[in-house]
């Protein structure tokens, strides 16, 4: 057998220090987590939002005078997504923050519109490319031995149900 490497995903952020984050900025994203729990989303979709939104406004906060996001530029996003993949970011991870930051944008434009703030809001993050979308690990292949090792595993565990679905995902592809 080959030798194994472990499959890791690299934790290239952190977003600390979420509360020296613009007063303003941590309304707007507390706000629309809110606006998302009333629209349905799932509770790791927003989990996963929230994330994202914190590690976008620390850098924000950190790089762009830690002013309000009606005040944001292309360049300022631009500046962002470069330093993200400057660090090494997966290109997916990236998308996966631009998705946050383009709904919450949406959110502002079509919900916030008559606030004189964000009156003339656009949604600026669709204007810059993304990065390439990437594989950023291999594809774990099983042989039949490990499949046949794992299917006899669930079943002297009594997991029949799970013994079910995996031989019918491994006969299936």
Same mark, same amino acid.
């Given at each position: #057998?080959?030798?194994?490497? /472990?499959?890791? /995903?690299?934790?290239?952020?952190?977003?600390?220090?979420?509360?020296?984050?613009?007063?303003?900025?941590?309304?707007?994203?507390? $706000?629309?987590?809110?606006?998302?729990?009333?629209?349905?989303? &799932?509770? *790791? /979709?927003?989990?996963?939002?929230? =994330?994202?939104?914190?590690?976008?406004? &620390?850098?924000?906060?950190?790089?762009?005078?830690? !002013?309000?996001?009606? $005040?944001?530029?292309?360049?300022?996003?631009?500046?962002?997504?470069?330093? #993200?993949? &400057?660090?090494? /970011?997966?290109?997916?991870?990236?998308?996966?923050?631009?998705?946050?930051? =383009? =709904?919450?944008?949406?959110?502002?434009?079509?919900?916030?519109?008559?606030?004189?703030?964000?009156?003339?809001?656009?949604?600026?993050?669709?204007?810059?490319?993304?990065?390439? !979308?990437?594989? *950023?690990?291999?594809?774990?292949?099983? =042989?039949?031995?490990?499949?046949?090792?794992?299917?006899?595993?669930?079943? &002297?565990?009594?997991?029949?149900?799970?013994?079910?679905?995996?031989?019918?995902?491994?006969?299936?592809?």
């Amino acid at each position: #057998m080959k030798n194994k490497k /472990t499959r890791q /995903t690299r934790r290239a952020l952190f977003s600390s220090d979420i509360e020296t984050i613009n007063p303003e900025n941590l309304k707007l994203i507390k $706000e629309y987590l809110t606006f998302c729990k009333g629209v349905d989303r &799932s509770d *790791v /979709t927003i989990l996963n939002y929230q =994330s994202d939104l914190n590690i976008f406004f &620390s850098w924000f906060r950190d790089n762009c005078g830690n !002013k309000d996001f009606s $005040e944001i530029k292309k360049r300022d996003y631009l500046n962002f997504q470069a330093h #993200m993949l &400057s660090e090494g /970011t997966s290109p997916n991870r990236i998308r996966r923050i631009r998705s946050a930051l =383009s =709904s919450l944008s949406n959110y502002v434009e079509n919900y916030l519109d008559e606030e004189p703030k964000w009156k003339n809001f656009r949604n600026i993050i669709l204007k810059i490319e993304a990065p390439t !979308k990437a594989a *950023v690990r291999e594809k774990t292949i099983l =042989s039949d031995e490990q499949c046949n090792q794992f299917l006899n595993h669930l079943i &002297s565990k009594k997991k029949y149900q799970h013994a079910c679905a995996f031989a019918l995902a491994w006969a299936t592809g």
